[in-house]
Nanobody, 124 residues
Framework: QVQLVESGGGLVQAGDSLRLSCQVSRRTSSTYVMGWFRQAPGQEREFVAAVTWSGGSTYYADSVKGRFTISRDLPKNTVWLQMNSLKPEDTAVYYC?????????????????WGQGTQVTVSS
């Protein structure tokens, strides 16, 4: 497992942008997959986006496709989630997650490392 620390959340208005970051505690194997999930009040945690650490392949939930971009910075051991055109329904706690194998998965139980989460609130 690795330790993950998210930052960058906040309160914004609809249409604004935010960039979340996830600092990874150590250099990870190239087989790692990094993901972002979110959980709104009263709802289950849901997949948002994921990227393979080695090749940079990405996958997005339909709800964020075209608005969010996930990327990774290998030398800095950091994963980013750029969120544009934010909507009130994007309001949630956003979590960074990692899994040690190179296949992107959408279910949270496929990831074995989690950050503490960062709150994103989008007002209308």
């Amino acid at each position: 497992q690795v330790q993950l620390v998210e930052s960058g959340g906040g309160l914004v208005q609809a249409g604004d942008s935010l960039r979340l970051s996830c600092q990874v505690s150590r250099r990870t194997s190239s087989t790692y997959v990094m993901g972002w999930f979110r959980q709104a009040p009263g709802q289950e945690r849901e997949f948002v986006a994921a990227v393979t650490w080695s090749g940079g392949s990405t996958y997005y939930a339909d709800s964020v496709k075209g608005r969010f971009t996930i990327s990774r910075d290998l030398p800095k051991n950091t994963v980013w989630l750029q969120m544009n055109s934010l909507k009130p329904e994007d309001t949630a706690v956003y979590y960074c997650a990692a899994r040690p194998r190179g296949t992107i998965k959408l279910k949270q139980n496929e990831y074995n490392s989690w950050g503490q989460g960062t709150q994103v609130t989008v007002s209308s």
